[in-house]
């Protein structure tokens, strides 16, 4: 998988994409980065990339024809390449969507600067618009980390064991259950006897409990999507009429 990044600000994005399971992916080969800065491709003697929004208003806008450029020379046809703007009227980011863009063999990431990005930048040169959540930041680098590293971490062999993508908070729908390393016992805080048992299949029940019970105390909304079986709905009736 090829990502590519368009933004003014290229540096900033540079620190964060070399560290950890995302450097190991770039160099096992499994995804590569490519940052590019979009004044490269700005054509008058100032380099602008931003300009005044017509119609009068405060800030500045970005303009067009450098990203237009930009995505020509970046495109890779063959690898049928999808664009992103990030966003804050995008549609909001999830793990579906990670998982759906696993699929790409090419993103490009447009990130926008400034009051906002020329509405043609959407409209001609953009396949998807993506918001990381109801807040608003001062560009769209720290989106575009987000989505890469969201992505990058689903694709085979970037994460140690294949399946541990799979069996965190989201992918069944409920949140994590708690979790203890060494020691068992600090300053008087003990680690829940069931963990030191060795009985896996009670522990396995134990944490599916905590799943549903940290899920409906904390984010019910979930529930209502989690793929649940007899015995979790049956758990969970429990828990709703002992309000624990
Ligand atoms: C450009 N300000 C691009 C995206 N989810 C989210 N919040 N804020 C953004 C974002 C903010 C921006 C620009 C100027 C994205």
Redesign the pocket.
Known sequence: MRFDVLSIFPEMLQSPLNYSLLKKAQEKGLIRICLHDIRHWAEDKHKMTDDAPYGSGCGMV?KVEPVERALAEIKDTKLNPLVV????Q?E??NQKIASQLTRERQIIII???????DERIREHLADRE??????????????ALVLIDAVSRLLPGVLGNDNSAFSESFSQGLLEYPQYTRPAEYKGWKVPEILLSGNHAQIESWRKRKSLERTYQRRPDLLGKAELSAEDREYLQKIKLEDI
């Open positions: 970005m703007l990030m966003t804050p995008g909001i980011f990130c926008g600067r400034y009051e906002g990005v993506i918001s990381i959540g109801d807040y608003i930041l001062t560009g769209g680098e720290p989106s």
